[in-house]
């Protein structure tokens, strides 16, 4: 039936290709944005626009930062620029930033080894990491990745790759709910996880 609204169908198939949003959503979300009046909806064209255009990912953590001002959290005088929390994404930076009892930093991988997806190390910002391993004072690395096979994998290869370093490698405390992301996890999972971290 859709078919035969070829302008309404262009806009269910766009909707379609947005990671996350779920299939059942999909009707509901066009019916929105073609209900809302015009001015609503360019609102939120331009407030799309306007957001990629003035975020960018730090340079040296990869966390999303406002192009005109600095990090967060790499130029926070008040975090622990010593200890450093890996996660997959962005998201799951939040969930730990939402248990507000986290004070160091962050290095977002960009995702996790998947080679059936055909994402490697080379895709993900491994190196970077290793890298401030080896240049900064940095002491303690929690690998805070996912408890999915992949996320595994993940920071086991970081571990191998920074063997030759001093820092410290810890991981999340075990009770996180195996082949969960940190993204859905309430607050205090989360902040349990992480205080009652354990050497890698
Ligand atoms: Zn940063």
């Known amino acids: 039936m859709i078919e035969k609204l070829p302008s309404l ?3 269910i198939r766009s909707l379609q290709q947005v990671p996350y949003l779920a299939n059942k959503n999909v009707y ?5 944005l073609l209900t809302v009046d015009d001015k609503r909806a360019q609102q939120l064209c331009d407030t799309i626009m ?7 990912p730090c340079t040296v953590c990869f966390a999303w930062q406002e192009v005109s001002a600095d990090c967060l959290f790499c130029s926070s005088k008040k975090r622990n620029q010593s200890l450093i929390c890996a996660v997959e994404t962005w ?8 248990t507000g009892g986290y004070t160091g930093v962050y290095h977002v991988l960009g995702g996790a080894i998947c080679p059936l997806d055909g994402i490697g190390p080379e895709d993900l910002t491994i190196q970077r990491l290793v890298k401030r391993a080896e240049q900064e004072e940095v002491q303690e690395i929690i690998l805070a ?12 290869y970081i571990a191998k790759k920074a063997e030759h370093t001093n820092v410290k490698l810890s ?7 195996v082949g969960s992301s940190l993204e859905y996890m309430d607050r205090l999972t989360v902040f349990k996880a992480l205080s009652e971290r354990r050497p890698f």
């Open 9 to 11: 169908a262009h806009l």
């Open 171 to 177: 991981c999340l405390a075990r009770g996180v709910p």
């Open 145 to 156: 990745t996912n408890q999915t096979p992949e996320g595994e994998a993940t920071a086991a």
């Open 50 to 56: 306007h957001a990629r255009s003035k975020i960018v």
């Open 28 to 32: 509901r979300v066009a019916n929105y």
């Open 91 to 98: 998201q799951d930076l939040i969930a730990i930033e939402k």
